[in-house]
């Protein structure tokens, strides 16, 4: 059962904030992501380990008929449910757009080209977008028999341009339980990486899919743990480990400081064993 949290109903919240806030909550590493409060509806069914593109991915049979399995790199490769909740997104991103207006940060003009990362467990999907001026992660919640759709999106520009934290950036991780249990996580890496692995932490492992600078992984009967320090690992194309992170961690708790070629430091605290930051490109 993929448990979320619930915000406050929808009357204790001004208009369209709730999503925004949902949206928000699948970019941290701690938290699980929150949906409107309507009837629930358990997504507990059968479940069969597949194999797409050598990524084990997770079919389930939903009480209310939807079976997802998808994990997919780019718009080519988008199930019709994904398709949709994409579809969705841009729309919400457009109503967002058109309520703000002006804006004193670059705007972050989205279509479905800019589509990098999508994943989809039973009814539910996340889809990621990034492009030269920024990204944004969005939410979806399918209509279902007694629901309608729901879920949000959030755009921002890139903090610091083309340059990551070494050769990878988490940018959404979402689990079906708190700090734990199967993980859906996204992001991009830099051209050094050719190999991205989580280790669970108890001998198991996941191979992540990467495809023009993006990255994306799902576990399948996981059980992942934060104590047991599950980490993503990233390798060269010689297969020499070039990273080691653990998953759960904020980037704002990074274990060391990333600096330009200038020697500024664009990411994490100063320290004395900073590293150099990487160029991203897609």
Not at 84 to 111: F, I, M, N, S, Y
Not at 204 to 232: E, S, V, Y
Request: hydrophobic share 40%.
């Amino acid at each position: 059962m993929i448990e979320i949290v619930d915000l406050p109903a929808e009357r204790d919240l001004p208009p369209r904030v709730e999503q925004k806030i949902r949206a928000k909550l699948v970019r941290s590493a701690n938290r699980r992501p929150a949906r409107k409060q309507r009837p629930r509806v358990a997504l507990i069914g059968s479940m069969l380990l597949v194999v797409v593109s050598g990524v084990a991915a997770v079919k389930w049979d939903a009480l209310d008929g939807r079976d997802a399995q998808v994990l997919a790199l780019g718009s080519g490769e988008l199930s019709p449910m994904q398709r949709d909740a994409a579809d969705q997104c841009l729309r919400w991103h457009a109503e967002e757009k058109q309520r703000e207006g002006v804006q004193a940060r670059p705007e972050v003009a989205l279509t479905l080209a800019d589509l990098a990362v999508a994943s989809e467990r039973g009814s539910h999907s996340l889809v990621l977008f990034m492009n030269d001026i920024g990204y944004a992660t969005c939410d979806v919640q399918a209509a279902g028999w007694n629901r309608e759709v729901s879920g949000g999106i959030a755009a921002d520009p890139w903090p610091h341009g083309t340059w990551l934290p070494g050769p990878l950036q988490r940018l959404s991780l979402t689990s079906t339980n708190f700090g734990g249990g199967d993980v859906t996580v996204s992001g991009r890496v830099s051209q050094r990486v050719h190999r991205l692995v989580l280790e669970h932490g108890d001998g198991n492992t996941t191979t992540a899919r990467l495809a023009g600078g993006a990255f994306g992984l799902m576990t399948a009967g996981a059980h992942l743990k934060i104590d047991r320090r599950p980490q993503l690992v990233s390798y060269d194309e010689h297969g020499a480990e070039i990273d080691r992170r653990p998953l759960f961690q904020p980037e704002d708790q990074l274990e060391h400081c990333y600096t330009t070629p200038a020697g500024k430091i664009i990411y994490g605290k100063p320290k004395t064993n900073c590293r150099p930051a990487e160029a991203w490109r897609r």
